[in-house]
């Protein structure tokens, strides 16, 4: 079983900088996708980008392209969301999750899922 610890969330002004991580236990880190949601209230949860097994490809949705950078270090069993830019419609809970990746359409299928960190984007 994988457990998935988001941390890195808060309070932050538009324009302004965040970078979350996710913290997964076990040896199999490296065999899963990994991706992050968000939910915003009354919204669905979407993905907003996916990172491979390897971290060779990534997936970006288009509102967060060239402001949003997901990375992973599999040696540390943490993948992490560079944020900047950021907006107020940014405003969500993020969630980390481990699962596969589905090209047709771009889509993380999530296998496991963190409890999520807050981050609210002041106007």
């Known amino acids: 079983q994988v457990q998935l610890v988001e941390s890195g969330g808060g309070l932050v002004q538009a324009g302004g900088s965040l970078r979350l991580s996710c913290a997964a236990s076990?040896?199999?880190?490296?065999?899963?996708?990994m991706g992050w949601f968000r939910q915003a209230p009354g919204k669905e949860r979407e993905l907003m980008t996916a990172?491979?097994?390897?971290?060779?490809?990534?997936y970006y949705v288009d509102s967060v392209k060239g402001r949003f950078t997901i990375s992973r270090d599999n040696a540390k069993n943490t993948v992490y969301l560079q944020m900047n830019s950021l907006k107020p419609e940014d405003t969500a809970v993020y969630y980390c999750a481990a699962g596969k990746y589905v090209s047709v359409p771009p889509h993380l299928i999530g296998d496991y899922w963190g409890q999520g960190t807050q981050v609210t984007v002041s106007s």
């Open positions: 990172i491979s097994r390897g971290g060779s490809s990534t």
């Open positions: 076990g040896r199999t880190f490296s065999s899963y996708a």
